[in-house]
């Protein structure tokens, strides 16, 4: 697994702030790539297996023949105190399967001891829905949403199918991140809105994270003037109202290279590939004293990007090989199944056939007696 960055940089950031440009103008350096190492520790079982305990660790190691730009490379960014990427994603205690069949499987039953979250203004906003997109259970349904939830994002997000496709001779459905995920026109995200109003919200395809990640690290969130600016959008704004796009020059968003996709393989649940893609953003304010924004108005704010991540999860060529193998098996044990089935209701139907049969016969030698015996006359000497 790869996590991939790439960096903006401002190439007229004084002209910006003192006001000879209106517009930041951005250019991408590159990209900055790193392995991605995942290790579950801590694993703890309850209820018999039904459910498991784990903390998902994770390292990064710096991927110089994969990148086009080295760590130390100097960039002019806002002035915004980045995050570090945290050595973890969290607790998370997760539906083993086991006493359900798998229909259950990998379904996130609480996150770092939270059955829901209480960033948002409305419930169901907070509730901690679907995997960790990383595995999903048995029979995945095809025109269903597919709900995972994403600590980045500080929420669940849904994914809708967009097309089969067959990897390296295992079926799987591509299913891309919704649109309206980011869409603040859909009902369902009024509640991501501060205070639940849909007037306080940024616009579209911008989701405003900061009290969520400022709780992450411990800041209080009383101090509002302390609490850092960080909005997450799709990158380059992908999905984001035409103004905000406009707003920074530089920036040309597009579905294939900036959009969010999962191939899973149905009927077993396994992830075959997948490319989940974010962009950090923040919002400039002025400030009293700064000389370079003396200028600005005392509520000026401009929203701008800072950089955006992908996280690439390649094929596995033995993975594909064990879930090609393990799909043809449950296809196999399935028309086998309906073989017996089949058998079984034609045993079944003959087994009517011939009681049905010996009733016709019985009847008619019961009738030929009958006749038989008011011919001769032995009925009338019943008598």
Request: aromatic content about 14%; glycine content about 6%; overall charge negative.
């Amino acid at each position: 697994m790869y996590r991939v960055f790439h960096i903006y940089s401002y190439t007229n950031a004084d002209e910006f702030m003192s006001g000879e440009d209106t517009k930041p103008i951005v250019t991408e350096i590159g990209n900055i790539t790193y392995r991605v190492y995942q290790k579950k520790s801590g694993l703890n079982y309850s209820d018999n297996e039904a459910k498991v305990r784990y903390i998902q660790n994770i390292s990064y190691v710096f991927d110089e023949e994969k990148s086009s730009t080295m760590e130390n490379e100097t960039i002019t960014v806002p002035n915004f105190p980045l995050f570090a990427n945290n050595s973890n994603d969290g607790s998370f205690t997760i539906d083993t399967g086991f006493d359900n069949g798998n229909t259950e499987r990998a379904h996130i039953l609480n996150w770092n001891g939270y059955q829901q979250l209480d960033f948002w203004a409305e419930e169901s906003c907070n509730m901690i829905n679907g995997t960790a997109g990383q595995y999903f259970p048995y029979d995945v349904p095809e025109h269903k949403r597919l709900y995972v939830f994403m600590p980045l994002m500080c929420r669940s997000v849904f994914f809708e199918k967009q097309q089969d496709e067959e990897i390296e001779g295992v079926k799987t459905t591509k299913f891309t991140l919704s649109p309206q995920v980011f869409q603040i026109s859909f009902e369902d995200n009024v509640g991501f809105c501060p205070d639940g109003k849909r007037e306080q919200c940024l616009g579209n395809g911008l989701i405003d994270v900061s009290n969520c990640y400022a709780s992450a690290f411990g800041l209080d969130l009383n101090w509002k003037s302390m609490t850092p600016s960080l909005i997450i959008s799709a990158p380059e704004f992908l999905y984001a109202d035409n103004s905000t796009v406009q707003s920074v020059r530089g920036l040309q968003p597009n579905e294939k290279e900036h959009g969010t996709h999962l191939n899973i393989n149905r009927k077993t649940g396994v992830l075959l590939t997948s490319a989940k893609r974010l962009q950090m953003n923040t919002e400039l304010t002025s400030f009293a004293g700064v000389e370079s924004m003396e200028h600005l108005p005392c509520n000026w704010t401009y929203i701008v990007p800072l950089f955006w991540a992908e996280q690439l999860f390649p094929v596995d060529l033995s993975v594909a090989k064990v879930v090609g193998d393990e799909s043809h098996t449950i296809m196999a044990v399935e028309v086998l199944s309906y073989i017996v089935i089949s058998f079984a209701c034609l045993f079944f139907l003959l087994t009517i056939v011939a009681y049905i049969h010996r009733c016709y016969l019985f009847n008619q030698k019961s009738k030929d007696l009958a006749r038989q015996m008011r011919t001769d006359g032995s009925y009338a000497e019943s008598f």
